[in-house]
């Protein structure tokens, strides 16, 4: 499978999620319940993939600082990226005008 084909298959993944949360937001539903357990479903799902990882749960115990702080990075690279992209396009993505100056 080539890069292109991995970009690919991970932003349609990606995309996938969203348009269940975008499905899940709505009248009964406030998107940010949806956007905590989009949060929740995330840890739970990384702390079953790096659990796996392990013989036993003293070690996977003595790796808990070095995943947690793995995982908080790549989130915050990832979100600097979604509020810049957000910033950039506001009026698209939001459909409102910046504030005139005061």
């Known amino acids: 499978m080539s890069d292109t084909d991995k970009d ?3 932003y349609e993944m990606a995309d996938a999620y969203i348009a269940l949360a ?3 937001s709505n009248s009964k539903v ?3 319940k949806v956007s905590a357990t989009f949060l929740y479903a995330a840890a739970r799902f990384n702390t079953f993939i790096v659990a796996s990882g392990f ?3 003293d070690d996977f115990a003595s790796k808990k600082e070095e995943a947690m702080d793995y995982f908080m990075e790549e989130y915050k690279k990832m979100l600097d990226e979604h509020f810049a992209d957000y910033q950039n396009n506001f009026s698209t ?3 409102k005008q ?3 100056p005061n």
Do not use: D, M, V
Request: no cysteine; charged share 30%; proline share 6%.
């Open 93 to 95: 993505y939001i459909g």
């Open 22 to 24: 975008n499905k899940q």
């Open 55 to 57: 013989e036993s749960a």
């Open 30 to 32: 406030h998107p940010g």
């Open 98 to 100: 910046n504030k005139a």
């Open 8 to 10: 690919k298959e991970f």
